[in-house]
């Protein structure tokens, strides 16, 4: 009976996806003449052009008005963009699909510029309305709360969970996803207490004067109580999944990331996909994690088959590792102390996730079986253990175009970046921070200086090292156009330049977020520029980004998105 209801209710959560994707046609027109535009191909040369020919999914032809007019059949749908802005979709280089539903179905903890909370007391009035959807005992989760914005400057505490439930299990995840907050029922329900051990790689905060527990989880001790922040009703499961699609789609994302699933996530999207419920690509990364040990053990010793995952759109294309964790968290792991003091140590940098010794023998044992592979690093002393981890793993097993990734490379110094360089290493940077959390990096966690080069992008152009730019969604909003602003401009939200030097050019922002981005998941070929027999992946922007003043970047619109050919968003009536 309980496999029954199981069926049934996955049958009721894909019957209303269909219906939610019903509109969508099926497979792309026979032909499609796109003329009256301005066409920006990001080939080789940076080509622009007038007007595109599309046959099926593919990119037939570039060229005048006159040359593609005459290209016009019977069956051919015709848009006139009347100067409207043409260039490849945007391809998503590092991010969570489709974490950033999860504000439909948590409770929406975030600060300005993203959300609304501003105060203790605001998250704890948010959180209690929550509890009004919920059964007596049931799970309540809040995420996206940053204690750096809060009146109080500091973490909610059990204590302050305890005051809005003692009778459900709280937890609020930050809005780094690198730590979270559990109310003491929570902690108890996990059989976490002021006797048990950190775990490898992560932090179970106490009171330094009396040993009890605050609350606070970090990194590697947050893992169980994700668990329970993820595991959602169906219901739920559908509303996130519709609202993380619909975000992504009328923001011109072609190409979506899932950068570190652990298996089950892995599963559930790749269903979903292969039942073509998810209208553009996905790039599938198995996360490397011991606490999911099937997964951990399937990728350690070669057996696991990213084919079983893939389909038509969505494809398995890395392994991720994680070396360190967040600057704004205070768990990035730094070659020199933060700018501010840390709980009064005035020596702390922060800390790996694992010892250097052991991500080499991960990087190499993944190397040896032929994956590839991005690992997460904020911190340069982290930065320093995936370079070498890769250096020695490429001794192993030389490899002349590894494209191996650096995830966030936020505070890549100079020598590594010319390091990734001689080995074949990307960098992929999370530029919105200079705008998200610019303000605070410079006064509180880096200081101007070390502030100044955060996600060096200028520095990597300059030693022509590929590189792309991502949101890191939900960690930020799914914004392709913010990113590009902010990687022009590198203004916080204060109005403040963070690192002027480090600025680079609107097309080479643009290149970033489109062939520079396929470049480094081996997708250059297919993806990622316009070009004649490539896979037609498009977006039709209200501007075009290279002529409008820098600072006017974000306020673009997308005016259609389309992938394979098929139109999956369109705000034209």
């Not at 389909?311 to 590792?321: F, G, P, T």
């Not at 991500?359 to 690992?375: C, D, E």
């Amino acid at each position: 009976m309980k496999k029954t209801l199981i069926v049934l209710s996955t049958l009721v959560v894909m019957a209303g996806l269909l219906i939610h994707q019903y509109l969508r046609p099926a497979s792309a027109p026979a032909s499609q003449i796109f003329i009256n535009a301005t066409v920006l191909t990001m080939d080789s040369d940076n080509t622009t052009a007038e007007a595109v020919a599309l046959e099926g999914n593919k990119i037939v032809a570039i060229g005048s008005n006159q040359e593609i007019s005459q290209r016009i059949r019977s069956d051919s749908l015709v848009y006139d963009l009347q100067g409207k802005t043409l260039m490849p979709g945007f391809i998503d280089a590092h991010g969570h699909f489709p974490a950033s539903g999860l504000f439909a179905v948590h409770a929406d903890l975030r600060s300005p510029p993203m959300g609304q909370i501003t105060s203790l007391n605001q998250l704890q009035q948010i959180l209690s309305n929550k509890l009004t959807t919920k059964a007596p005992g049931e799970w309540v989760v809040g995420t996206g709360y940053d204690d750096t914005l809060l009146a109080e400057r500091r973490h909610p505490t059990r204590q302050d969970l305890d005051a809005v439930s003692s009778e459900h299990p709280i937890f609020i995840v930050h809005t780094s996803l690198h730590m979270g907050v559990a109310n003491t029922l929570a902690l108890e329900t996990l059989g976490i207490t002021r006797d048990t051990p950190n775990p490898v790689g992560g932090v179970i905060a106490k009171d330094p004067d009396t040993g009890e527990l605050t609350g606070l989880l970090e990194e590697t001790a947050i893992n169980a109580t994700m668990q329970q922040a993820m595991d959602f009703s169906l219901s739920e499961l559908r509303l996130l999944l519709t609202t993380a699609i619909d975000e992504y789609a009328a923001a011109g994302v072609t190409l979506a990331q899932n950068g570190g699933a652990p298996s089950t996530m892995l599963k559930g999207v790749s269903l979903v996909s292969k039942l073509n419920l998810i209208p553009f690509r996905l790039e599938l990364w198995p996360m490397l994690n011991k606490q999911d040990p099937d997964q951990f053990q399937a990728l350690m010793q070669g057996d696991f088959s990213g084919g079983d995952y893939e389909s038509d759109l969505s494809r398995v294309n890395r392994v991720k590792v994680i070396a360190d964790g967040s600057i704004q968290g205070y768990t990035g792991y730094l070659s020199k102390p933060y700018h501010t003091h840390f709980r009064n140590n005035p020596y702390y940098r922060g800390y790996p996730t694992q010892p250097r010794d052991e991500l080499v023998k991960q990087v190499s044992a993944l190397h040896q079986q032929g994956y590839r592979i991005a690992i997460h690093g904020n911190g340069d002393a982290a930065i320093d253990d995936i370079i070498y981890a890769f250096a020695k793993a490429l001794e192993q097993r030389p490899d002349p175009d590894p494209r191996f990734i650096v995830i966030h490379s936020q505070m890549a110094r100079e020598d590594q970046l010319l390091k990734m360089k001689q080995l074949g290493i990307t960098p992929s940077f999370f530029s919105a921070h200079t705008y998200y959390w610019g303000d605070r990096h410079r006064d509180f966690f880096m200081g101007p200086i070390r502030a100044a080069r955060m996600s060096p992008t200028k520095s990597a152009e300059n030693l022509g090292l590929p590189y792309s730019v991502h949101m890191d969604t939900p960690v930020a909003p799914m914004e392709p156009l913010t990113l590009v602003w902010s990687t022009v401009n590198r203004v916080s939200t204060s109005g403040r330049v963070i690192g002027k030097e480090q600025r680079v050019s609107a097309q080479q922002a643009l290149r970033a977020v489109t062939i520079d981005a396929a470049y480094q998941i081996f997708r250059d070929h297919e993806l990622g520029s316009i070009e004649v027999g490539k896979l037609a992946d498009l977006v039709v922007l209200s501007q075009n980004p290279m002529a409008v003043d820098p600072m006017a970047i974000k306020d673009i619109e997308v005016t259609q998105t389309i992938v394979n050919g098929v139109t999956i968003f369109s705000n034209e009536s």
